[in-house]
């Protein structure tokens, strides 16, 4: 299975690229590869900056330029998906870095002939981390042209198996997989736990 981290925002509340930001000895990009590179076999980083991330190049892992010209995570979605050398790929953000293996090993092995696997967390679905399948291209373009959508309205659009909070719950219960960092204060607060 590939796996991609997008990292395309304009990190407006963050006030600096949220993806090379400092976390513990490292950044919040390369702990996301740290988080999947045990998982999955080809990494992708989508952004619409490649040059700024090509240092995080490597045999597993390719910088790609985000093609569609909209910079909006499903566009990010798009170009994973059009990339992807398998039929499936977990898809993340580069703002969380607390992935836990467990449920990521939970996604990959859930995954069913739906279009896309999710978690569910306080009754809502989690887009990120999720597993696509390549088949979701088309839905995600086709709401990046009618409209300003979301990622949930793709989820609503295709076929998903959600796992329930149950499922994952006791693996990660202080559910940080879905801790996404959206600014200054938020990272010292996380990095001070």
């Not at 992807?84 to 996604?107: E, G, N, R, Y």
């Not at 995600?140 to 198996?161: C, F």
């Amino acid at each position: 299975m590939s796996a991609a981290i997008l990292a395309g925002g304009k990190s407006r509340r963050f006030g600096s690229d949220k993806a090379l930001a400092r976390w513990k000895d490292s950044t919040m990009l390369a702990a996301a590869i740290s988080n999947l590179e045990a998982y999955v076999s080809d990494i992708l980083i989508v952004t619409k900056r490649p040059a700024k991330y090509a240092a995080f190049a490597s045999k597993n892992v390719r910088v790609i330029k985000d093609s569609v010209t909209r910079q909006h995570p499903l566009s990010g979605i798009a170009t994973a998906l059009a990339a992807s050398k398998t039929p499936h790929i977990l898809i993340t953000a580069c703002d969380m870095p607390l992935l836990q293996p467990s449920v990521i090993k939970t996604l990959i092995k859930t995954r069913t002939a739906a279009r896309a696997t999710v978690a569910v967390w306080q009754g809502k679905p989690q887009p990120f981390p999720g597993v696509y399948a390549k088949t979701c291209k088309a839905a995600a373009l086709t709401l990046l042209k009618q409209r300003d959508a979301s990622i949930q309205e793709l989820l609503q659009t295709i076929d998903v198996r959600f796992i329930k909070e149950q499922s994952w719950r006791a693996r990660d219960t202080s559910a940080a997989t879905f801790t996404d960092i959206d600014t200054p204060a938020q990272l010292a607060n996380v990095q001070g736990q």
